[in-house]
């Protein structure tokens, strides 16, 4: 990639996108990542190669609805040239929701105070077609208010070493948890974590653990077993990649970034 010369503009954008495709968000040597696809298609915007930095690396199979990444480009283009540009070389499962220009002092992931995801599980007996890839299916009754209880348990901060991957090269363990909630729309179940940073595969495992505990397999206060266990083998199954959503990032107002939308997947999960 070529270097940032002087008289470069910073730019900020906002990105969908079904990871059902890709190998994940970072360009891998094995497979088609949303980076490459999104660099290729804002570089030949630009006219030159681009690299872009994101709030959040997205794993195999999991989804965005607020991603935020953001380049450098020497060439002279608006916010309609970038959008336009780009999505009509973008692949139907990426799209480019918004563009702006930004000062140096930005930047996609280090900027950032905070992340939101969603995940979403059918629950119910038999496996969904229509939606299969798009939601984690758990066949088996769940209890909503007794995984909202036990979620409670994770706020604030505190070491999550046994709800990350046992490969997890993350330097401390330690994130801090918001706010985290679950309830029930209908015959889905939708957990939402608005959290500091996340841990690999941290919402997946996080979600596991309170499918057992939705389903009567575990006590409410099992939560608190795990986190002072502080061991991975300690804890239960990493949930599908499928139901994960990255549906907002949280920058300082003086940014004046567009507000993530409600954190919608679809109108059949309406945040109520």
Known sequence: MPEIIEGSQRWALGVEYDGNAFV????????????AAVEQALGYVAGHPVELHCAGRTDAGVHATGQVIHFDSTARRQERNWLLGANARLPETVTLLWARPMPRAFHARFAAHARRYRYVIANQALRPAIQAGKVAWWRYPLDADRMHEAAQGLCGEHDFTSLRAAACQARSAVKTIHAIRVHRQGRYILLDVHANAFL???????????????????????????????DRRASGITAPAGGLYLVGVDYDPIFALPPPDQPLVWPLFPDV
């Not at 994940?24 to 980076?35: E, I």
């Open 24 to 35: 994940g968000w970072q360009r891998q040597k094995d497979g088609p990542s949303v980076q």
């Open 200 to 230: 690999h595969h941290m919402v997946r495992n996080i979600a596991g653990a309170l499918i057992a505990i939705g389903q009567g397999k575990q006590p409410v206060h099992w939560i608190e077993t795990l986190l002072k266990a502080r």
